[in-house]
DNA sequence: GAAAGCATGTAACCGGTTACATGATTGG
DNA sequence: CCAATCATGTAACCGGTTACATGCTTTC
């Protein structure tokens, strides 16, 4: 039970763009697809449900927002319950981290299967990868404004959603670099195949 | 669905120590802890069960032994049916790949909580990931014996695995550092802080 | 005119986790 | 003597995924 505490901890940093610290739904499930999915997978239907199941137990609040060319919606803020439940969170010690990666199946059976399919998912893997390398730059270069990058980890005001994507940045930069190797180790062994 | 596939890869490589191909559930729940791990985590319950289920749709085939000092076991083994399966398997395309991590969901909340006990967990991370780095090191070199990496990787006769284990490696490598560098930049916030 | 975006959910199912259960042997 | 290792499961519960449901507005 712990998408909570990541719906918690993603609502914290509100939109940005005004009133700071809120959400609506459909704003989280997209916060998470890009910031928070470096860590933390979940699907919409999943949030709508915690966010009632959270503001029910009085850890977010939630009020409605009438919009006339849109449908209406809830924006959700965390509440000080919420902030200490997040505090009480951070200290107990982690479960490890915990990973699942069909690729990865694929490639441990490489010996046995046809590599081709394998090739070709590996480069699409690293392209995707690369799109996000430079999503996360953007989004880097974006939170810390002015600063440079020592400077902004010394005094900024909220670094860490910045220090968390460092680690998506990192993550993807190895996904992109191990995929490019393994698929070319996988060609240059087909080469070998073929000649004999 | 895709546990049976994981179980199906790790089972090609049997223990290494003599027939080859063969593992019983308890060697392949310790085979998950350590190189399967990287990409996909079960726990024994669910590989006894899954090894049943492929057992009945006869995706692998199961002998039983019996030892006199230890308690039967049952070795398993991939059939042809099964590789069959991973070949389709390693065609579809792949689910991307999907994480949960606990302790970057505290990071991304630091701002807002506690640090110290955050700076011990990324410590310990650290630490526990630097074992790690020294096991796959190990494993590697076991793995590709008296060759170098290029020429194992060319000319070696499994190289799934080792190419999984290079991917568990670089990412052991980036949650060190990265622990580490997080956690220099929240003592040195804290510090800051206490000044004024 | 079609597709993408905004906005929120319900319901059934299935896979995964937690807890329980057993019992002999070997090493520190 | 106690802990760890070998060895295999069952059962209840809960969280996550898949499929379904709706409907208006903006952009291409």
Redesign the interface.
């Known amino acids: 039970m712990?998408l909570r505490?990541?719906v918690?901890?993603?609502l914290?940093e509100g939109d940005g763009s005004g009133s700071g610290g809120e959400y609506s739904g459909y704003q989280l499930a997209k916060a998470f697809d890009i910031g928070?999915a470096?860590?933390?997978?979940a699907l919409p239907q999943q949030l709508y449900a915690e966010l009632t199941k959270l503001e029910k137990e009085g850890l977010v609040a939630g009020r409605q927002v009438v919009q006339e060319t849109r449908p209406n919606k809830r924006l959700f803020r965390v509440t000080e319950a919420g902030?200490a439940e997040?505090?009480a969170?951070?200290?107990t010690?982690?479960?490890?981290?915990?990973?699942?990666?069909?690729?990865?199946?694929?490639?441990?059976?490489?010996?046995?299967?046809?590599t081709g399919?394998?090739i070709e998912?590996l480069e699409e893997?690293a392209s995707?990868a690369e799109a996000k390398i430079e999503l996360f730059g953007k989004l880097l270069r974006k939170m810390r404004g002015e600063l440079d990058e020592a400077e902004f980890?010394?005094?900024g005001?909220?670094?860490?959603?910045y220090?968390?994507c460092?680690?998506g940045l990192?993550?993807e930069q190895?996904n992109k670099?191990?995929g490019l190797r393994?698929a070319a180790?996988l060609r240059?062994?087909r080469a070998?195949h073929a000649e004999r």
């Open positions: 712990a505490h990541a918690l901890a993603a914290l928070v470096n860590f933390w997978h902030l997040l505090e969170f951070a200290a010690p982690s479960k490890p981290s915990f990973i699942r990666d069909d690729l990865l199946v694929k490639v441990q059976a490489a010996d046995c299967v046809d399919p394998l998912q893997r995707v980890l010394r005094r005001e909220r670094i860490g959603p220090l968390t460092l680690r990192a993550l190895e670099e191990w393994v180790v240059e062994r070998v």
